[in-house]
């Protein structure tokens, strides 16, 4: 019983041990070899190693392109105007030995890719307009930012694969300002339009008044043409009729007065010799 149980410790002080001596590095990571506390391999590829139990440890890197969204930050162009840049950086451990040495973990490397994008980000985009930052010479300025980054963070084991903006804005207080020019702007265009609109109609009713009162006179002109012939014709059968029958004539259009002045019980004060009565007696 004994010999067994001292079997059984003594199979798991080995695995222990095996697994103390063994370490795997995955396809994606990158890893260093220290010996208490210092630096001593950095080339492991994939795969089953071995190390001394207790006095050796391995840190892992991850091996894969890394990105790095850094914050929005304000930075002045050529032409003295204020913009908020949002950038973001994508990058990979080149060295895992150099990038322990210098910035010991990722989050060290991240602030040093924050301090060395920054700056040259603030640098290249200084030299140049607004617009030819947002419409012009994004590419080469990003091209540039990149070499000159990567330059840099190659002390510390770092390459930096791209360097891309992703946004570019104005400053809140600019936008109030911009926006405000914008609503004046619209409001000035506004009743540019109303005052053409006005105009415009001013011009159209004008235009209207004026063909009304020409149509006006033109009717006006013929209904007295019309009504100067039709009198003509009248006077011109009455005095044919009255060629031919003067006395009928006479008596016809005595006939009419008397219709016209005799309804209504009109009163007249006339002699009863008056000629006006010839036909009544």
Known sequence: MRTIQITLAAIVVGVFLLLQCVFVVDQTERAILLQLGKPIGADFGPGLHFKLPFVQNVI???GRVLEYDAPAAEIITQDKKNMVVDNYSRWKIENPLLFYRTVRNIQGGLSRIDDIVYSQMREALGRYTLTEIVAVERSTIMEEVTTKSNALLGEYGIRVIDVRIKRTDLPKENQMA?????????????KQYRSEGREEAAKITTMADRQRTVILADAKRAAESARGEGEAAATAIYAQALTQDPEFYEFVRTMDAYKKTMKDQTQFVLTPESEFFKFLK
């Open 60 to 62: 892992l890197f991850d």
């Open 178 to 190: 911009i926006y405000g020019r914008m609503q004046a702007e619209r409001e000035r265009q506004a």
